[in-house]
Nanobody, 123 residues
């Protein structure tokens, strides 16, 4: 069982930056691949980024490549999403999620979810 708690969301102007954190509790966090998803009002939950348990591989949706960076610190049981050059279309609730073994981009493939943190980017 893994419990996830996101933090770091807020209101920022376009072009600004935020760093989201996802703190995990429970056993064997280091064995889980971690993903970030987001959901805007009236839209489906969308994959943003993911990282393998060893940090050996990362994967991003095209719309955030070059702007967002996912990383993790297994000693702190925490995964991060550094978001730079934010755009109004990045506005959404951001969720972190965990699954054993490989990276997946489908939300249904993840077993554990946090409660989400709101990111609002003003133009």
């Amino acid at each position: 069982q893994v419990q996830l708690v996101e933090s770091g969301g807020g209101l920022v102007q376009a072009g600004g930056s935020l760093r989201l954190s996802c703190a995990a509790s429970g056993r064997a966090f280091s064995y889980y691949s971690m993903g970030w998803f987001r959901q805007a009002p009236g839209k489906e939950r969308e994959f943003v980024a993911a990282i393998t348990w060893s940090s050996g591989s990362t994967y991003y949706v095209d719309s955030v490549k070059g702007r967002f960076t996912i990383s993790r610190d297994n000693a702190k049981n925490t995964v991060y999403l550094q978001m730079n050059s934010l755009k109004p279309e990045d506005t959404a609730i951001y969720y972190c999620a965990a699954r054993l073994t490989t990276i997946k981009t489908m939300a249904s493939a993840y077993d554990y979810w946090g409660q989400g943190t709101q990111v609002t980017v003003s133009s």
